[in-house]
C-alpha cells in the first residue's frame, strides 16, 4: 500500500502565497504521475496540476503562470508552489498519485492524499 501525506495547506490573504507538499511512502517500486486536485465547497474535485515521472507537466487554465508543480523523486514527494493567491483558489487540496507497490511492478494503482485546507481571504 501507498500513504499520501499532504502538508502546508493554511489561511492566506489574497495575492500571498503557499507552499503544498505531498510525500509517498509504502513499498514503493515506482511513482509515475503525481497530481493535485482540489474541491471547493458544492463543487466536483477537478484536476489542478499533474507531473510526469519524467517532469513534464500539465496545469488547469485558471492558475496557469501562478502555480508550480514539481517533484523530487528521491524523496517520492510531489510540490505545488502557489502564487498570487486569489479567493477563487479557495478549496480542499488533494494530492494523488500512481504509484506500484511490491517486489515487481505489474501495473500502478491510483492513490489519494487526506487533503488540506487551502483558504485565501479578500
Known amino acids: 500500500q501507498v500513504q499520501l501525506v499532504e502538508s502546508g495547506g493554511g489561511l492566506v490573504q489574497a495575492g500571498g502565497s503557499l507552499r503544498l507538499s505531498c510525500a509517498a511512502s509504502?513499498?514503493?517500486?515506482?511513482?509515475?504521475?503525481m497530481a493535485w486536485y482540489r474541491q471547493a465547497p458544492g463543487k466536483e474535485r477537478d484536476l489542478v496540476a499533474r507531473?510526469?515521472?519524467?517532469?513534464?507537466?500539465n496545469y488547469a487554465d485558471s492558475v496557469k503562470g501562478r502555480f508550480t508543480i514539481s517533484r523530487d523523486n528521491a524523496k517520492n514527494t510531489v510540490y505545488l508552489q502557489m502564487n498570487s493567491l486569489k479567493p477563487e483558489d479557495t478549496a480542499v487540496y488533494y494530492c494523488?498519485?500512481?504509484?506500484?507497490?511490491?517486489?515487481?511492478?505489474?501495473?500502478?494503482?491510483?492513490?489519494w492524499g487526506q487533503g488540506t485546507q487551502v483558504t485565501v481571504s479578500s
Open positions: 507531473i510526469t515521472s519524467g517532469g513534464s507537466t
Open positions: 509504502g513499498r514503493i517500486v515506482s511513482v509515475n504521475v
Open positions: 494523488n498519485a500512481d504509484a506500484c507497490v511490491g517486489a515487481v511492478c505489474v501495473f500502478p494503482r491510483n492513490y
